[in-house]
């Protein structure tokens, strides 16, 4: 149960990394909107890769030593792609792949949509889900490399003028309060 297996350290190492970099290069391949949302077919596609490539990482090692090496592997693979990438941005935004921008001063880019694989009901889905109610109230949207959407609204937000009132009320309570200061040390 432990430490029972027909397959080398050195194998049980290799096999993640190897499908490691099979998966990032896949995912990078089918493009961000894998990361950016999964619909009810991503999901499945997601869970049954992950079934899939089981098998691949740990072969027929059904040890606890076993999948705990190829889980080790699979984490030390990830960190120094991640540290590397880190001191090579060239490289990262290479390999990250550009942001495409979906939504530009109010106008939907179908084309930029339709190499994302984004639906124009997606697309208000993301909008409603970052409080927009209308395509009218979004100036910019951009899909990120990885997967993100960043909305910029045309308008102000009503939190975000509220705020702004709020804190000019307080400026000038504040400066009142100087005032009625200064008058109390005149006496």
Same mark, same amino acid.
């Given at each position: 149960m432990w430490w029972l +297996? #027909?397959? +080398?350290?050195? #194998?049980?190492?290799?096999?993640?990394?190897?499908?490691?970099? /099979?998966?990032?290069?896949?995912?990078?391949?089918?493009?961000?909107?894998?990361l950016a949302q999964l619909n009810p077919f991503d999901f499945v596609v997601l869970i049954s890769l992950s079934n899939t490539v089981q098998n691949s990482i740990i072969g027929n090692d059904n040890s606890v030593a076993g999948g705990l090496v190829g889980a080790l592997?699979?984490?030390?693979?990830?960190?120094?792609?991640?540290? /590397?990438?880190?001191g090579h941005r060239r490289l990262d935004q290479m390999i990250q792949g550009e942001p495409t921008?979906?939504? #530009?001063?109010?106008?939907?880019?179908?084309?930029?949509?339709?190499? #994302?694989?984004?639906?124009? +009901?997606e697309l208000m889905t993301i909008l409603h889900r970052q409080s927009f109610t209308s395509l009218d109230e979004v100036d910019r949207c951009v899909l990120e490399p990885g997967g993100t959407f960043s909305v910029e609204g045309k308008n102000p937000r009503q939190a975000d003028f509220n705020h702004k009132e709020i804190i000019a009320k307080l400026d000038q309570l504040s400066r009142q309060i100087d005032d009625l200061k200064d008058q109390v040390r005149q006496f």
């Open positions: +297996s #027909e397959i +080398s350290l050195a #194998e049980k190492i290799l096999r993640p990394v190897i499908v490691y970099v /099979f998966l990032v290069i896949g995912l990078r391949v089918f493009g961000k909107r894998e592997a699979l984490l030390m693979a990830n960190y120094l792609v991640v540290r /590397f990438l880190f921008v979906l939504i #530009e001063n109010g106008r939907i880019i179908h084309d930029a949509l339709a190499k #994302e694989l984004v639906t124009e +009901s």
